[in-house]
């Protein structure tokens, strides 16, 4: 079992946009559920919501970035369970406050708040609870997951696999792109500033607050 570290440029690119994919898509589908299921338990309505980070797709990004750390910090063969868990419990901590610092830098908006959840830290941008699910995460996800997905990445036709794996990443930038442009222009859009250029003019139209809302259900505009 080979480190990322000593993995070729080729199997390493293909690691990361599969496992970016599959946090992606795993992590979107985790928060919808539980978001069902907790509308369900307080109001006994079934209601299906948007966790979704980008404007196409089932792509969560803060999920599919910690899968991909996850596996260039954290993947070698001598790292055991329990320090897995308490360097993976740091590291999702860290994550989400950064991840949540830049979005509101950025955007002047937040996805998540926890400040009325048990032990929130950094106002409200991470809780022990969370650092402590994190860990368990990175305990399972480096111990047992990602040794069972190398066996069989192994066992794939490679060229294909290269094939596959450049065409996801080019849709991915084209979807990162769009959609960090199309929040920029909101966030400007609020701030009573109009599009000047054939771009923003574009965005305005083709990705309006209302569709924005549609898809990003749970980002909180904060700047004023």
Not at 61 to 79: D, M
Not at 85 to 108: H, M, P, R, T, Y
Not at 175 to 200: F, H, L, N
Request: hydrophobic share 45%; net charge positive; glycine share 8%.
């Amino acid at each position: 079992m080979k480190s990322a570290l000593k993995r070729s440029s080729r199997d390493i690119f293909n690691h990361i946009v599969l496992f970016f994919v599959i946090g992606c898509v795993i992590g979107t589908y985790y928060e919808e559920i539980l978001c069902l299921v907790r509308t369900f338990i307080g109001t006994g309505e079934w209601q299906w919501v948007s966790r979704r980070g980008l404007l196409y797709g089932p792509f969560s990004p803060v999920y599919g970035i910690g899968a991909v750390l996850v596996y260039l910090l954290f993947y070698r063969p001598q790292l055991k369970f329990w320090p897995s868990v308490l360097l993976g419990a740091l590291f999702g901590g860290a994550l989400e406050i950064l991840l949540s610092l830049g979005q509101e830098i950025a955007f002047g908006t937040r996805s998540w708040n926890y400040y009325d959840q048990l032990w929130p830290i950094f106002n409200g941008r991470t809780t022990i609870p969370f650092m402590i699910f994190w860990g368990l995460l990175v305990g399972v996800v480096n111990c047992y997951l990602y040794p069972w997905l190398e066996k069989f990445y192994q066992k794939l036709p490679l060229h294909s696999v290269d094939i596959i794996c450049t065409i996801l990443a080019v849709l991915l930038v084209l979807d990162i792109t769009i959609s960090i442009a199309a929040s920029v222009r909101q966030s400007a859009r609020r701030a009573g500033q109009p599009a000047t250029t054939p771009i923003g003019i574009f965005l305005d139209e083709v990705y309006d607050d209302e569709r924005m809302k549609k898809t990003f259900d749970n980002a909180i505009y904060i700047r004023e």
